[in-house]
T-cell receptor
Framework: KAGVTQTPRYLIKTRGQQVTLSCSPISGHRSVSWYQQTPGQGLQFLFEYFSETQRNKGNFPGRFSGRQFSNSRSEMNVSTLELGDSALYLC????????????FGQGTRLTVV | AQSVTQLDSQVPVFEEAPVELRCNYSSSVSVYLFWYVQYPNQGLQLLLKYLSGSTLVESINGFEAEFNKSQTSFHLRKPSVHISDTAEYFCAVSVGSGGYNKLIFGAGTRLAVHP
């Protein structure tokens, strides 16, 4: 059974640009969540999608957005990049319910210069 | 609001010594607790989880954690560590109802095992 796949693994962007990250969940999982990991703030929840609907959103500005497709693959987009957006972005897929475990991808390392 | 506190940011230990990584969480009606491990430049791997039932849960590589409701703790222990256990460990609580999947993480504990 394939794991969670995130592409690309590494990305370098310039301030003001936008970026799109992709996540393919484990087959059969319909929930995809995104997290931002930085040395200063740790792991922070961005948002969660289930059946193409955003069900939960963290405390991030509107520059951070996402979507989910009918095959459960998800993308997140960050517009007007800032230096502080440099981080490891992790995607997790899981089944239904708060008592199910989340399986994480390897992450996308975004560097904004 | 839910929160998770990992009491130690770094834990140095010698190989074959026991270790305990401490985790406390804010109380909630339904609590689902997890420990994840992260190796350098990698994503998070689930180490073990408490969903219900026995308060002592074990992983396949010798770690165990005990859910203590009265102390709102979920400490991670291993009786004898190896060099390969060097990594960052995150405690997390799952929140939400109606099928929402959202993890609240602690700040992490960096375990450094020395020969």
């Amino acid at each position: 059974k394939a794991g969670v796949t995130q592409t690309p693994r590494y990305l370098i962007k310039t301030r003001g640009q936008q970026v799109t990250l992709s996540c393919s969940p484990i087959s059969g999982h319909r929930s995809v969540s995104w997290y931002q990991q930085t040395p200063g703030q740790g792991l922070q929840f961005l948002f969660e999608y289930f059946s193409e609907t955003q069900r939960n959103k963290g405390n991030f500005p509107g520059r951070f957005s996402g979507r989910q497709f009918s095959n459960s693959r998800s993308e997140m987009n960050v517009s007007t990049l800032e230096l502080g957006d440099s981080a490891l972005y992790l995607c997790a897929s899981s089944g239904v319910g708060a008592n199910t475990e989340a399986f994480f991808g390897q992450g996308t390392r975004l560097t904004v210069v | 609001a839910q929160s998770v506190t990992q009491l130690d940011s770094q834990v140095p230990v010698f190989e074959e010594a026991p270790v305990e990584l401490r985790c406390n969480y804010s109380s909630s009606v339904s609590v689902y607790l997890f420990w994840y491990v992260q190796y350098p430049n990698q994503g998070l791997q689930l180490l073990l989880k408490y969903l219900s039932g026995s308060t002592l849960v074990e992983s396949i590589n010798g770690f165990e954690a005990e859910f203590n409701k009265s102390q709102t703790s979920f400490h991670l222990r291993k009786p004898s560590v190896h060099i390969s256990d060097t990594a960052e460990y995150f405690c997390a609580v799952s929140v939400g109802s109606g099928g929402y999947n959202k993890l609240i993480f602690g700040a992490g504990t960096r375990l450094a095992v020395h020969p």
